[in-house]
């Protein structure tokens, strides 16, 4: 089984599945409706602050604040 | 039947995510019957049109695109508001438009499922179907309608693809809620949602929509403003219902929603949607190898927004031109006409020149509108924010503060309304209370007549640096820094608990419609000469009469005067008898001399110069007299007058322009009354050019700045924090600078 380690980890065209959020449930649940959630498959396209995931059919840029940690598994 | 509007129309919410093509849509099925207003208290542009279907005439309202109904600040909570029918018209919609990219369809159902909750009649609009089929999606649009159990319509807005039959089903929806209940969450969740329910007052509308919202209702924010309706009994047992539910489940609230409507959105996705087994690299995707790459990506963002700039800078010198051409040529007009007076005076110097003050903005606002509008329906804005974030969130902005800031140094004014791009409105309210420090292009004439009047010509390296360009570099610094301080302090104000998340969906590229850009410049334009037009006229007419009034002859010598009209006598014989130019000339110039000192007198004696004598105390600290006082005042409706003002404060006229000689010269000389003490040292100018790169004094963008935010007191915020940093920093300036040299 491959470790969970954070978003920002991972290499650019890495994909991944999202394991865990963990932050205020206010921000998770923003991400949420986005699909950024448990389970969620996703390819890292730029890494850094901000990174640029490729999340099913749409792409996002993404900048977690300092309270907001997302662990992902990586493929 | 009447053909009054007695019938009431029946009202449609449009909802849809971000990027849908929601707008596109509205505004292809309303047309022009369209109008803007306010919301009261926030910052949202409220958009309602008219659509008549056969016999049944629809009102839409657009609501703002969002990815849920979890709203966190006031702007946010007018969709929930809307739909609950906690509006001035006090009733739920008779129907919802939901706008779903057909492309996305597992996000965008997230939002549908949280609008099946209402229980309301509901149409799906599956927008860019030719974009799904090109991707290689198959959807099969009557499963998707049957397993959602409302109508779904294929549309292509932009093609104008399918309107017809959307409008007819939005008529024929009326009355027509859903066909299958809506059930996404588990037992022990309707469970607790049907307890809520129970408890929910009567009188309380879609009772059991709004105590699910409640339910997963993170931070409270939702609850407060709905307690009232709600009732107490709600929202006492919210806290321990919500508790209950994270502990029995050991998962978050939060998560608990969007699991089960995933969930939920799986299971049915699957029944209708068939995806291609290899994804395909798209055109997107090969454009951002480029567009969003750290070097050429920003490298493509520079000339971007330099073109930008030097677009919207450059349409501001020819409209600038022609407006005072407009000017001169109505005002010349106007005094051969109307007889010299009060009247004459306040047509010219009141009314023609508010106007042109107004329409001076326009060609500004219109040039970014239609690039703003370019770069954001191409997709290119998100790109270029995704670039500039990195920086950007250091000053707790986000990267689409970029444009408004960048558009701020042409002027303030299209730049406070270009922050319309960005979502979040705390951000927004913080780009819109720095933007008016960025140095504009109103600055620049108060800097080219200081310096050239009083910064000494020295250059080094072979003339290639020279002090006067460093002192024109410093002012621009003068006010980045500032801004730079002054967000620091109003993110600790405006945005507390640190740093929040930011996301922002890079959407697939696409052409602009040509129809879609006219529409945005024609807003843009509209909205500012609507709603800041007025103020800025009205106050124009205001400092006029005070530096008119009270006018009274007995003020003057007599032997001015007699003098006057002398030299009245001598000029008009001089033509009479064709005696050589020259002299004409100079006994125009001795006649001018006169009248213009008697301009000077009048403005002294005007309620302005004696504001100017009354304020001299205040000013005295910062090495001003009454003359520089009164042209500061002066000077608030627009930080360029002040040069005109001075040149009839001293005795010049009123034509002055920065680039004058005799202005320059008449500053330089210029003393304090009954001494031999210059007026005009190094440090008073450079404290006066700190002082206008910091202060308000532009009405233009106090009124842009109400008519964004909704309200008076933020551009009263602006204006005094603003008076107040720029006299710190011109008494800083003008004490070091006298204790120095």
């Known amino acids: 089984m491959i470790k969970a380690v954070k978003l920002q980890d991972l290499r650019n065209g890495d994909q991944a599945y999202v394991e865990s959020m963990l932050g ?3 921000e998770i649940s923003r991400l949420a409706a986005l699909g950024i959630r448990g389970g969620a498959r996703l390819q890292l396209l730029r890494r850094g602050s901000p990174c640029i995931i490729q999340l099913e059919d749409s792409r996002i840029c993404l900048r977690t604040g300092k309270q907001l940690q997302i662990l992902v598994r990586p493929e | 039947m009447s053909t009054k509007a007695s019938v009431e129309s029946a009202l449609v919410a449009v909802l849809g995510n971000p990027n849908t093509g929601k707008s596109t849509l509205f505004n292809a099925l309303t047309g022009a019957n369209q109008r803007t207003g306010n919301y009261p208290g926030v910052t949202v542009e409220r958009r309602e049109g008219r659509l008549k279907v056969g016999g049944t005439s629809l009102q839409l309202v657009d609501l703002p695109g969002t990815y849920s109904l979890a709203p966190r600040s006031p702007d946010e909570m007018v969709t929930v508001q809307t739909l609950l029918g906690n509006t001035e018209r006090r009733r739920p919609p008779d129907l919802i438009l939901c706008v ?40 099969d649009v009557s499963a998707m309608s049957r397993l959602l159990g409302v109508p779904v319509i294929p549309v292509q807005a932009h093609k104008r693809i399918g309107l017809e039959a959307l409008k007819q089903q939005l008529s024929q929806t009326i009355n027509q809620p859903p066909q299958i209940p809506h059930d996404p969450f588990s037992k022990h969740v309707n469970a607790t949602i049907t307890r809520l329910h129970n408890a929910c007052p009567d009188d309380c509308h879609l009772k059991r929509f709004v105590v699910t919202r409640l339910l997963f209702d993170a931070d409270g924010f939702m609850t407060s403003r709905l307690k009232n309706i709600v009732g107490p009994q709600v929202v006492d047992s919210l806290p321990s219902e919500q508790r209950e539910l994270a502990q029995t489940s050991g998962v978050s609230l939060a998560e608990q929603e969007s699991q089960a409507r995933y969930q939920w959105i799986k299971s049915n996705l699957d029944l209708f949607l068939r995806r291609p087994v290899a994804s395909q690299t798209t055109k997107t995707a090969r454009a951002d190898q480029v567009l969003t790459h750290p070097i050429w990506g920003l490298a493509i963002v520079a000339v971007v927004m330099a073109v930008l700039f030097q677009l919207v800078f450059f349409m501001a010198e020819p409209a600038s031109a022609a407006i005072d ?9 106007v005094t051969q006409i109307v007889p010299a007076g009060a009247f004459q005076s306040l047509l010219v110097d009141g ?30 804005l998100a790109r270029a924010s995704f670039l500039m974030d990195r920086h950007l969130s250091r000053l707790g902005l986000s990267g689409v503060a970029l444009i408004p ?28 209370l720095i933007a008016p420090l960025m140095s504009c292009s109103a600055r620049l004439p108060v800097y080219i007549l200081l310096i050239a009047a009083f910064v000494p010509n020295w250059t080094w390296a072979y003339g290639l640096i020279g002090l006067k360009g460093l002192v024109m570099l410093a002012m621009y610094l003068v006010g980045i820094v ?100 020259e002299l004409i000339e100079e006994r125009l110039a001795e006649k001018l001399a006169v009248e213009n000192r008697i301009q000077a007198l009048h403005l002294e004696n005007s309620y302005l110069g004696r504001a100017g004598r009354w304020i001299e105390p205040v000013v005295r600290p910062l090495g001003w007299d009454w003359r520089i006082g009164s042209a500061v005042i002066a000077s608030f409706p627009a930080r360029e007058v002040v040069v005109g003002t001075m040149g009839v404060i001293f005795g010049l006229g009123g034509e002055e322009d920065e680039e004058s000689e005799g202005l320059q010269q008449a500053l330089r000389n210029a003393t304090w009354s009954g001494t031999n003490r210059p007026l005009f040292t190094l440090p008073v100018a450079l404290g006066l050019m700190v002082f206008f790169a910091l202060c308000a004094q532009c009405v233009s963008t106090l009124a ?14 602006t204006f005094v924090y603003m008076t107040v940093l720029a006299y710190v920093a011109t008494w800083l300036v003008y004490q070091v600078g006298t204790y120095w040299i």
Request: glycine content about 6%; aromatic content about 10%.
């Open chain 2, 482 to 581: 500032t801004a730079i301080g002054v967000a620091a302090v109003l993110r600790w104000w405006l945005i507390p608990g640190g740093s929040q998340s930011f996301f922002i969906e890079l959407p697939t590229y696409k052409r602009p419609q040509v129809s879609a850009l006219v529409r945005r410049m024609w807003e843009g334009g509209w909205s500012f000469v609507r709603d800041a037009g007025t103020l800025i006229i009205a106050v124009t007419i205001l400092v006029w009469a005070a530096a008119y009034y009270p006018r009274s002859e007995s003020i003057l010598p007599p032997e001015l005067m007699a003098q006057v009209d002398v030299l009245q006598l001598d000029y008009d014989r001089s033509v009479q008898d064709q005696l050589p130019p």
């Open chain 2, 100 to 139: 779903v990219d057909a492309s996305n369809l597992s996000r965008n159902l997230f939002l549908v499922s949280q609008l099946l909750d209402l229980n309301l009649p509901l149409v799906v609009a599956l927008n860019m179907v030719d974009v799904a089929t090109k991707r290689g999606l198959e959807i």
């Open chain 2, 405 to 432: 800031l960048l558009s701020s140094f042409a002027c303030a004014i299209p730049g406070v309304m270009a922050t319309r791009v960005i979502t979040n409105p705390r951000e927004r309210l913080l780009t819109i």
């Open chain 2, 351 to 380: 009314i023609i020149e508010g106007v042109g003050s107004v329409l001076v903005f326009l060609p500004q606002i219109v040039t970014l509108f239609l690039i703003l509008a370019i770069l954001e329906d191409s997709g290119y």
């Open chain 1, 24 to 26: 205020s449930d206010q």
């Open chain 2, 704 to 717: 842009v700045i109400r008519r964004e935010t909704n309200s008076w007191w933020w551009p009263t915020v």
């Open chain 2, 325 to 333: 051409w407009g000017k001169g040529l109505l005002g010349t007009a």
